[in-house]
C-alpha cells in the first residue's frame, strides 16, 4: 500500500487513527502491530510468516543475550548466531541469485544449477537491519531488552517506516514504546510534515521521474545532461518525501524518528553528501560496521580497508546487481581521496567549485545506479559527453519541463525554509503554512487522479 495512494489517504489511515486514539493506552501498541501487518499483508500476505520469523528469531536472541549475562556467561555466540540467521535470511532473498549467476559465469559446468524462482519481500532489507540492531544494541548494553514480544514486533512492523525505512535503531526509541505521550501540537506537526513529504512525491519526483523517462527516448547531449539532472531529483524527492511521510506519521502516533535527509544537494563534498543523505543508513553502517571493524582507530590503511568495505556493503545493501557493487566502490573511491587530500585541498578554492565537483560526481553516480546493464550505462555516458545535436522534439522538451525543473531545483535547497523559520513568529506566515498545506494536499489529491507513474523507488530495496 503506497502513502501516495488515494485507499492509504482517504480509508486506511483515517480508520488507523481512529482506531489508535478510541483504544486505551495499553492497547495501543497491539492496535498498530495489527494494523502494521494489515499494511504489509495488503502488498505481501506471503511474507508475513517471515516477517514473523524475523520477529521471534530477535526477540528470542535479544533475551538470550539478557539472561546469559544475567548468569555471567559469555553472549558473543548468541550475537554471532543472530547476524548469521539474519544474513542468511536477507542473503537468500536477495542475493541467491545473483551469486548463482556470477559463480556460473565464472565456472560455465554449473550453468544447469538452477533456483526456484524468488520474489524479493518489500522492505526487507530494512526491517532486517532494524531487528539485527535491537540485538546488537542489547549486547552492547546499549538499549534495554524488551520483554514483550509484542511490544517488540510493533517496533519492527511500525508502518510508517516499515517498507521504506528509515531505518530505526531500537535504542532510539526504546523509551517511546513504552511510554510515549501523543498530544495536539506533535500531531499537527506530524501533519504538516507528512503533507510536505506527500507534495514532495507526487507533485516534484513523479513528475521528474517521468521527464527522465521521456528524455531517455530522446537524441541529443543537452537532453541527456536534464534527464539525468531529472532523475537525481526524482530519487532525492522520491526518497526524502517517504521519509518526511513516515516521520510524519510517526508524530501522529507519538514517536519521533531522526531525520534521513539534510539538503545533500547543497554539500561542497562527498563526505558532507553522506552526513545529508539518507543519515539513517549512513549511520547503521558507522555503528554496526565501520566502527567495529577499527573504524580510523588503526591507522590510515586499516581506515582505507574499511571503507571499502563499508562501501562495498553499501552497493550491495540497495541492490544484487554488479552495477550497486561499482556503485558503492565509486563512493569509497572519492570518500577515500577526500580523506587522504582533497578535503585540505578543496578548502583553498571557492565555495562554487566545490559544489559543482560534488554535484556532477553525485549525477554521474546516479547513471550508475541506475543502469543495472553496464553497456546501457555506456551508451548513456557517450551520450552524455559526446557532443550531439538535441532534435526539435528535444527542444519541446527541455522547454516545457524548465519552469518546473527550476521549481525542483530551488526546492532542493533550504532557502524556503530559512525564509519562513526567519519569520515564524508572524501570525500571516503561521496561519499562511496551514493554507500553504491544505492547498498542497488539494493538488496532491488532485494529481494522484490523472497520474499513472507513482512507485517509491527505494520499496525494492
Known amino acids: 500500500m503506497l502513502f501516495s495512494s488515494n485507499v492509504f489517504l482517504f480509508a486506511f489511515l483515517p ?4 482506531m489508535y ?3 486505551p493506552r495499553w492497547l495501543r501498541n497491539p492496535v498498530l502491530l495489527l494494523v502494521s501487518l494489515f499494511f504489509y499483508g495488503w502488498g505481501e500476505p506471503a511474507y508475513l510468516l517471515l516477517m514473523a520469523v524475523t520477529i521471534v528469531l530477535n526477540y528470542l536472541c535479544g533475551a538470550w543475550v539478557h539472561i546469559r549475562r544475567e548468569k555471567g556467561k559469555r553472549m558473543e555466540g548468541v550475537l554471532i548466531f543472530s547476524v548469521v540467521g539474519n544474513m542468511l535470511i536477507l542473503g537468500y532473498f536477495k542475493y541467491a541469485g545473483f551469486f548463482l549467476d556470477s559463480v556460473q559465469a565464472l565456472i560455465p559446468s554449473l550453468s544447469k544449477v538452477s533456483l526456484p524462482e524468488i520474489v524479493l519481500p518489500i522492505g526487507i532489507s530494512f526491517y532486517i537491519f532494524q531487528s539485527l540492531s535491537y540485538v546488537i544494541d542489547v549486547y552492547r548494553q546499549d538499549a534495554p531488552v524488551q520483554k514483550n514480544l509484542l511490544t517488540f514486533g510493533t517496533y519492527v512492523t511500525l508502518f510508517p517506516q516499515l517498507i521504506a525505512g528509515p531505518i530505526v535503531r531500537y535504542r532510539d526509541v526504546a523509551e517511546q514504546m513504552e511510554n510515549r505521550r501523543e498530544n495536539i501540537s506533535d500531531f499537527a506537526s506530524g501533519v504538516h510534515l507528512f503533507v510536505a513529504g506527500l507534495s514532495k512525491k507526487v507533485l516534484l519526483a513523479n513528475p521528474m521521474g517521468n521527464l527522465w523517462n521521456l528524455a531517455q527516448a530522446e537524441q541529443g547531449t543537452a537532453v541527456a545532461w536534464m534527464g539525468i539532472i531529472a532523475y537525481s531529483l526524482q530519487i532525492y524527492f522520491d526518497f526524502s518525501g517517504y521519509s518526511d511521510m513516515a516521520r510524519g506519521l510517526g ?34 553502517f558507522r555503528e554496526y560496521v565501520y566502527i567495529p571493524l577499527g573504524g580510523n582507530r588503526r591507522g590510515l590503511k586499516r581506515q582505507i580497508v574499511n571503507l571499502l568495505i ?152
Open 310 to 461: 563499508v562501501w562495498l556493503l553499501t552497493g550491495l545493501w540497495h541492490g544484487a546487481s554488479w552495477n550497486f557493487v561499482l556503485w558503492g566502490l565509486y563512493y569509497a573511491v572519492f570518500l577515500i581521496l577526500e580523506k587522504l587530500f582533497l578535503l585540505k585541498w578543496m578548502e583553498r578554492i571557492p565555495r562554487g567549485v566545490c559544489h559543482v565537483y560534488t554535484l556532477v560526481i553525485v549525477v554521474l553516480g546516479w547513471a550508475l545506479f541506475y543502469f543495472e546493464s553496464l553497456p546501457a550505462l555506456a551508451d548513456f555516458l557517450a551520450r552524455l559527453f559526446l557532443p550531439q545535436a538535441v532534435t526539435q522534439t528535444g527542444i519541446n522538451l527541455i522547454s516545457a519541463h524548465l519552469p518546473l525543473m527550476a521549481v525542483a531545483v530551488f526546492s532542493a535547497t533550504p532557502a524556503a525554509k530559512q525564509l519562513l523559520d526567519a519569520r515564524k513568529s508572524s501570525t500571516i506566515i503561521r496561519y499562511g503554512k496551514i493554507a500553504a498545506a491544505a492547498c498542497a494536499l488539494l493538488l496532491c489529491v488532485a494529481a494522484l487522479a490523472r497520474q499513472s507513474y507513482n512507485p517509491f523507488i527505494y520499496f525494492r530495496f
Open 251 to 284: 508524530r501522529m502516533f507519538g514517536f519521533e524518528f531522526l531525520e534521513n535527509f539534510n539538503y545533500p544537494y547543497i554539500s561542497r563534498s562527498i563526505t558532507e553528501f553522506w552526513r545529508r543523505w539518507h543519515i539513517s543508513l549512513s549511520t547503521w
Open 21 to 23: 486514539y478510541l483504544s
Open 15 to 18: 480508520a488507523v487513527l481512529l
